[in-house]
């Protein structure tokens, strides 16, 4: 099935970023067909912060997850950079007859991203001038549209649910019945207290190679915490 943007057996496709190991998609995984058999698929919705900008591929949050978690998962990485709850939904839809997802994993962005669809999809932050109009209460009623959207597909296809967060935690808006990872985020995770080098208290953020996006710390603490909240439900 397919209208406009949204397909329930293909996903939308993306420039190539030539710097990063991508399929023909443009997402940081290995190609969609064919479908490898046997497992269960994990598929992992986010932001350029999931999506692993400026870091290496074992680097990412979600690829130290994969690599510590039950081996009959095969994790998915569908991040895209710039990425809104909008957009996240959208490959969530595609992925319904494609990869045939049992554990989704969303790593929500900043709620003040919007997805429009125009004569070709467009990516819009905060500072875009179409969303002069838009406020908190705006916001926050579409993030909790697209974890309705996202909670109603899982529930469709008896899919496990795992929220979490790139920069800012909105789980105080999701119901308790939700499995969140509340307080910590990939920006709030790291700096923590180094108890291998001398005890001495990190105060800056690691950056990534790019300068703009947290490093590979931020993803390790992040990485863990993940797992203390979720290894014992991934299955």
């Known amino acids: 099935m397919k209208h406009g943007f949204y397909s329930d057996n293909d996903l939308p496709k993306f420039d190539i970023i030539t710097e990063y190991k991508t399929n023909s998609y443009g997402y940081r995984c290995p190609e969609f067909r064919p479908l490898p058999d046997g497992g269960k698929n994990v598929v992992v919705l986010g932001c350029s912060h999931t999506f692993g900008e400026g870091l290496e591929d074992n680097e990412i949050w979600i690829s130290q ?5 039950n081996k009959i ?6 991040a ?3 990425a809104s709850a909008d957009q996240m939904i959208r490959i969530l839809y595609g992925t319904e007859k494609l990869i045939f997802p049992k554990i989704i994993v969303a790593c929500w962005p900043a709620w003040s ?10 990516s819009l932050t905060s500072n875009n001038e179409s969303l002069k109009t838009e406020n908190n209460h705006t916001d926050q009623n579409n993030f909790l549209k697209n974890v309705f959207f996202l909670e109603k597909f899982a529930e469709k296809v008896g899919a496990k649910t795992f929220h979490c967060f ?12 939700l499995v969140v990872l509340k307080n910590y985020t990939i920006s709030n995770c790291w ?6 080098n001398k005890r001495e208290l990190h105060s800056e953020p690691s950056l990534a190679k790019d300068g703009i996006h947290y490093g590979k710390e931020h993803h390790e603490v992040f990485a863990r915490l993940f797992l203390q909240r979720f290894n014992t439900k991934l299955r």
């Open 80 to 82: 895209r950079p710039g």
């Open 191 to 196: 700096p923590e207290w180094d108890k291998h």
């Open 166 to 177: 790139a920069q800012e935690a909105y789980d105080i808006y999701m119901e308790d019945s």
């Open 73 to 78: 998962l095969r994790w998915w990485n569908l």
């Open 65 to 69: 997850v994969a690599k510590k978690s």
């Open 113 to 122: 991203r919007r997805e429009r669809l125009d004569q070709s999809p467009q």
